[in-house]
């Protein structure tokens, strides 16, 4: 079987950190059987090569010079930029749909699985007429929040997409409802995962530290400002510190917060980190929180692949009762949930486990039971595999 996968953008050379999940998943899909190709857009002038074994075509959409409306930041935050970055998704929709039909037409492919269907669904279109295949389309929800939060004119570009999909898939139970409310319909919800080959040992300290860990790029919709305070709010006594790891937009803002507030010199802001230094910051802390809001967008947590990677270590975890973090955090069994944006919320849970390290233990436990049962990567291939057979059967 040969399946085609529409993405915005696709890791440029080795170490580009660019949806490192969407690789996995192609290579397994890959070691499973399934001839995965990718079609993505160049990034000044980039031309096709081929990825960990899989072949990866670029289409040219303008000048060299500007042809950087994605990879490094969402297209979206890229067109506030300028007149000129406004204008660039028509030119790349145009030049994404001449490549798609040219290489449906080439190629032939059994199944065209489309990422991230805002714009992409175009291309789709495209590529299944030419190549007389079936479409899969994947909803990661963020595309879902923007038409809803400023781009509202979409929505039928959006329904028309659902409707013309031979299978609709989410990432998580909260994305399929916002789905279906848009185009009532039937809706599978297939997460992704990161790569998980075995559990992760804990290392726990020997400072009389409580070490709070958060991973993931600072962004508003993630709410480390709110974990800052929260960290503000805990008694002395747990002598508690933040350690936050990853960069953004929000660092500078976080910084100031921690400065507000009297707790600079008990948060530490790492930055991005390797993977060997990122496995030992899970491996030691006490617990690992999500702190995710709605942000002004309207745009909120998707999945939180971030509350996997600690869980699989079996740290005990706190998230927010949002978007797709429901489906990982189940609350009092694999990790405790709070409301989004209470802070008073967020420290009496921190507190709980911080004065419960029995109870935090347990967590940590059943946590890590749930991802390697639930969020397995021979799991959610097998889950994919089922849908392509369908899809392709269906259409014979």
């Given at each position: 079987m040969r399946v085609l996968h529409i993405t915005t953008a696709f890791p440029r050379e080795a170490g580009d950190v660019i949806t490192p999940w969407l690789v996995e998943l192609l290579k397994r899909l890959r070691a499973s059987g399934v001839e995965c190709e990718v079609l993505t857009s160049a990034y000044k002038g980039s031309p096709d090569q081929t990825f960990d074994g899989i072949p990866v075509h670029r289409f040219r959409y303008?000048?060299?010079?500007?042809?950087?409306?994605?990879?490094?930041?969402?297209?979206?935050?890229?067109?506030?930029?300028?007149?000129?970055?406004?204008?660039?998704?028509?030119?790349?929709?145009?030049?994404?749909?001449?490549?798609?039909?040219?290489?449906?037409?080439?190629?032939?492919?059994?199944?065209?699985?489309?990422?991230?269907?805002?714009?992409?669904?175009?291309?789709g279109w495209a590529a299944s007429r030419a190549a007389r295949a079936p479409t899969v389309t994947l909803f990661y929800g963020v595309e879902l929040r923007w038409v809803a939060s400023g781009m509202?004119?979409?929505?039928?570009?959006?329904?028309?997409?659902?409707?013309?999909?031979?299978?609709?898939?989410?990432?998580?139970?909260?994305?399929?409802?916002?789905?279906?409310?848009?185009?009532?319909?039937?809706?599978?919800?297939?997460?992704?995962?990161?790569?998980?080959?075995?559990?992760?040992?804990?290392?726990?300290?020997?400072d009389g530290a409580f070490e709070i860990l958060f991973v993931g790029r600072l962004v508003e919709r993630k709410g480390v400002v709110n974990l800052v305070d929260a960290l503000a709010a805990l008694p002395d006594s747990l002598n508690a510190r933040l350690v936050v790891i990853g960069d953004g937009p929000e660092t500078e803002r976080i910084r100031s917060r921690a400065a507000e507030r009297g707790v600079a010199g008990r948060v530490e802001l790492r930055g991005r980190q390797p993977d060997e230094a990122l496995r030992e910051a899970y491996a030691s802390t006490d617990v690992f929180v999500l702190p995710a809001i709605v942000d002004s967008r309207g745009d909120t947590e998707g999945l939180g692949v971030v509350l996997l990677e600690a869980m699989n270590f079996g740290v005990p975890v706190i998230g927010s009762a949002s978007g797709g973090i429901v489906d990982i955090v189940l609350d009092e069994e694999t990790g405790l949930l709070v409301p989004p944006g209470d802070v008073?919320?967020?420290?009496?849970?921190?507190?709980?486990?911080?004065?419960?390290?029995?109870?935090?233990?347990?967590?940590?436990?059943?946590?890590?039971?749930?991802?390697?049962?639930?969020?397995?990567?021979?799991?959610?291939?097998?889950?994919?595999?089922?849908?392509?057979?369908?899809?392709?059967?269906?259409?014979?």
């Open positions: 303008f000048a060299r010079r500007w042809e950087n409306l994605t990879h490094e930041e969402t297209a979206p935050d890229r067109m506030r930029k300028s007149l000129l970055y406004k204008l660039l998704p028509f030119f790349f929709v145009g030049g994404g749909v001449l490549a798609a039909w040219r290489l449906g037409r080439r190629e032939r492919y059994d199944v065209v699985h489309v990422h991230w269907p805002l714009p992409l669904a175009a291309l509202r004119a979409l929505r039928g570009f959006l329904r028309w997409a659902i409707r013309r999909s031979d299978a609709v898939v989410a990432i998580s139970s909260y994305t399929a409802r916002e789905v279906e409310a848009l185009q009532p319909g039937p809706v599978e919800v297939i997460p992704y995962t990161f790569e998980l080959s075995a559990p992760g040992v804990r290392r726990p300290r020997n008073a919320a967020l420290a009496a849970a921190l507190e709980r486990l911080a004065r419960d390290p029995s109870f935090a233990r347990r967590l940590g436990e059943s946590g890590q039971r749930f991802v390697a049962e639930k969020f397995s990567w021979a799991a959610i291939v097998e889950r994919w595999m089922a849908v392509y057979s369908r899809v392709s059967g269906a259409r014979r």
